[in-house]
């Protein structure tokens, strides 16, 4: 009888294993950096396709409406994502220019636009953003007689030219009264693409507009008495309106419909750039889609965990939105004005660090005035393309 062992069949050697494995290592460290490739490519065509569609939405609610115009209205929620919300204009209110949270005594017609009923918003894939192109003048700082579009709270930002976040999302009051939601209202500030009502056509006179954007009800100034003297007993019937049919809400506000028994302060107080419930948008025409981490890395710094943005969340922020302050000591730059012009500079791919180029994957964009439709442009000419 032989006494020679055999292998079991269909064992493996330790050696042979270990093989095995490695094989398998160096094929996922080939394949990864071309699977994570192919989901960027995926995700950049997700987010180009959103925004498109979401301008064409907004073009398709100007022609369909018959009582003003309609647009794409850019958001950023709490959840740390981009909404684009299809509005149409309801009505014009006669509201007060704030310098900061402080009334100038200035007034300017601004139209009430609301969210177009039964259309959803288009979220942008997470990690996106846009900005719109703000030209020179479009922006102002508190306490240097305002515009009333984008008053920045941070000190020394250079007001020539700015690429805007749509800073919407950054609300919550450190109280819970009226009067600390009401103070924060100016805060809230975004932008628009706008189409004038039946034809369609791309406006572009920048004109200023207030988005009714409620917030939760635990926030929310009508839950409040003091916007409603005189009128108490619609309040509680009006914010269900508000839930129900928003532009009807905001007809009834302006008494659109017959005397509503609202004073103009009170329509200031309820519907204009001091509430907590409407966020301050200008029309825009020209837009950049990037990637909020991208634009991070060439800075030098990585995006808040909290917000995915390059700015701090509320509970940081005393005076209203502003740059994490970790992020400017990342970049290296000298203060807030230094890094905006970085974040232009890198939108228009012509930042340089060390001496040298830092490359840009950010697309810039510019809406057609008569098709309403977006076009993808040299990031030489941003800023210089008239539609």
């Given at each position: 009888m032989?006494?020679?062992?055999?292998?079991?069949?269909?064992a493996f050697?330790?050696?042979?294993?270990?093989?095995?494995?490695?094989?398998v290592?160096?094929?996922?460290?080939?394949a990864?950096?071309?699977f994570?490739?192919?989901?960027?490519d995926?995700?950049k065509?997700?987010?180009?396709?959103?925004?498109?569609?979401?301008?064409?939405?907004?073009?398709?609610?100007?022609?369909?409406?018959?009582?003003?115009?309609?647009?794409?209205?850019?958001?950023?929620?709490?959840?740390?994502?981009?909404?684009?919300?299809?509005?149409v204009?309801?009505?014009?209110?006669?509201?007060?220019?704030?310098?900061?949270?402080?009334?100038?005594?200035?007034?300017?017609?601004?139209?009430?636009?609301?969210?177009?009923?039964?259309?959803?918003?288009?979220v942008?894939?997470?990690?996106?953003?846009?900005?719109?192109?703000a030209?020179p003048?479009?922006?102002?700082?508190?306490g240097?007689?305002?515009?009333?579009?984008?008053?920045?709270v941070?000190?020394?930002?250079d007001?020539?030219?700015?690429?805007?976040f749509?800073?919407?999302?950054?609300?919550r009051?450190?109280?819970n009264?009226?009067?600390a939601?009401?103070?924060?209202?100016?805060?809230?500030?975004?932008?628009?693409?706008r189409?004038?009502?039946?034809?369609g056509?791309?406006d572009t006179?920048?004109?200023?507009a207030?988005?009714?954007?409620?917030?939760?009800?635990?926030?929310?100034?009508?839950?409040?008495?003091?916007?409603w003297?005189?009128?108490?007993t619609?309040?509680v019937?009006?914010?269900r309106q508000?839930?129900?049919?928003?532009?009807?809400?905001?007809r009834?506000?302006?008494?659109?419909?017959?005397?509503?028994?609202?004073?103009?302060?009170?329509?200031?107080?309820?519907?204009?750039?001091r509430?907590?419930?409407t966020?301050?948008?200008?029309?825009?025409?020209?837009?950049?889609?990037?990637?909020?981490?991208?634009?991070?890395?060439?800075?030098?710094a990585?995006?808040?965990?909290?917000?995915?943005?390059?700015?701090?969340p509320d509970?940081?922020?005393?005076?209203?939105?502003?740059?994490?302050?970790?992020v400017l000591?990342?970049?290296?730059a000298?203060?807030?004005a230094?890094?905006?012009?970085?974040i232009?500079?890198?939108?228009?791919?012509?930042?340089?660090?060390?001496?040298?180029?830092?490359?840009s994957?950010?697309?810039?964009?510019?809406?057609?005035?008569?098709?309403?439709?977006?076009?993808?442009?040299?990031?030489?000419?941003?800023g210089?393309?008239?539609?």
């Amino acid at each position: 009888m032989s006494t020679t062992r055999t292998r079991a069949s269909g064992a493996f050697t330790l050696t042979e294993l270990m093989v095995v494995i490695s094989i398998v290592v160096l094929l996922m460290a080939i394949a990864l950096p071309a699977f994570t490739g192919m989901v960027r490519d995926s995700e950049k065509s997700l987010a180009d396709n959103q925004l498109r569609v979401a301008v064409g939405a907004g073009r398709d609610a100007a022609i369909r409406s018959s009582s003003g115009d309609g647009a794409a209205v850019f958001l950023f929620t709490p959840a740390g994502r981009v909404q684009v919300i299809p509005c149409v204009q309801v009505g014009t209110l006669d509201d007060e220019v704030m310098d900061g949270s402080v009334p100038t005594g200035r007034y300017r017609p601004r139209d009430v636009f609301v969210p177009v009923a039964e259309v959803e918003p288009l979220v942008m894939p997470r990690g996106w953003s846009v900005r719109a192109y703000a030209g020179p003048g479009a922006i102002s700082r508190a306490g240097t007689q305002s515009t009333g579009w984008y008053e920045n709270v941070q000190a020394n930002v250079d007001l020539t030219t700015n690429w805007v976040f749509p800073e919407s999302g950054f609300t919550r009051p450190t109280g819970n009264t009226d009067a600390a939601v009401r103070s924060r209202g100016w805060q809230r500030q975004s932008f628009m693409v706008r189409f004038k009502a039946g034809s369609g056509e791309l406006d572009t006179s920048g004109r200023e507009a207030l988005v009714l954007d409620p917030l939760a009800v635990a926030d929310s100034i009508y839950r409040e008495a003091s916007p409603w003297t005189g009128t108490t007993t619609l309040r509680v019937p009006l914010a269900r309106q508000l839930a129900i049919d928003p532009a009807r809400f905001v007809r009834t506000v302006l008494g659109g419909s017959g005397a509503s028994g609202f004073s103009v302060q009170q329509q200031r107080d309820l519907l204009g750039d001091r509430s907590a419930e409407t966020v301050l948008c200008r029309g825009v025409t020209e837009l950049a889609l990037y990637r909020e981490d991208s634009l991070a890395s060439a800075l030098g710094a990585a995006v808040n965990r909290r917000t995915g943005t390059l700015y701090a969340p509320d509970a940081d922020n005393a005076t209203g939105p502003r740059i994490d302050p970790a992020v400017l000591t990342q970049s290296g730059a000298a203060d807030d004005a230094e890094l905006l012009e970085q974040i232009g500079q890198w939108i228009t791919g012509t930042l340089r660090r060390n001496n040298a180029a830092v490359a840009s994957d950010a697309r810039i964009y510019t809406v057609e005035r008569n098709l309403g439709q977006i076009r993808e442009i040299e990031a030489s000419v941003a800023g210089e393309v008239s539609p």
